[in-house]
């Protein structure tokens, strides 16, 4: 396996929202139907969103569709985004459904307990954190770089 290509999930994440963890497998099969969507047809491929959803107990249960399910909750959905239905779907996207279905779950330690656990994240999230914190930082170095000090050897000088 190599490092992931930021720039290019970024890209895929420009036109596709993928929702939850693939951590079962029917939700790793609707990633893998979504690619063969995505080589048939990349402009006509996931018009219509897909999904699972999970409902008391009876595991996962297929669901296409905006909105919600009359019983149980959406988990895991692979959808455009609104502003993209025009848009043709290619290989940045195919790369995105391979990392977000690769990506496995890391382990962590808490703070305060020192307990190891796993963290199963989802990756479009912290890819979306990370960009938000990178923006912040960004701001607050053109802040620093525009203040003006003055020297502590000029006012003793002086």
Not at 16 to 33: C, D, F, Q, S, Y
Not at 68 to 88: K, L
């Amino acid at each position: 396996m190599r490092p992931m290509d930021l720039v290019r999930v970024r890209r895929g994440m420009e036109h596709l929202n993928v929702m939850g963890i693939p951590k079962t497998p029917e939700r790793e099969a609707l990633i893998e139907e979504a690619i063969a969507a995505i080589h048939e047809d990349g402009a006509t491929a996931l018009v219509k969103p897909i999904g699972i959803k999970n409902y008391g107990g009876f595991g996962d249960q297929r669901f296409d569709g905006r909105g919600r399910p009359r019983h149980g909750h959406v988990v895991f959905r692979i959808e455009r985004r609104r502003e993209s239905e025009d848009v043709e779907l290619g290989t940045d996207h195919i790369y995105l459904l391979e990392c977000v279905r690769d990506a496995k779950p890391v382990k962590v330690r808490r703070k305060r307990s020192g307990k190891e656990i796993v963290a199963s994240a989802n990756l479009l999230r912290g890819i979306e954190e990370l960009d938000r914190q990178l923006e912040e930082y960004q701001r607050l170095q053109a802040w620093a770089l525009r203040l003006e000090v003055g020297s502590h050897l000029e006012a003793v000088v002086s």
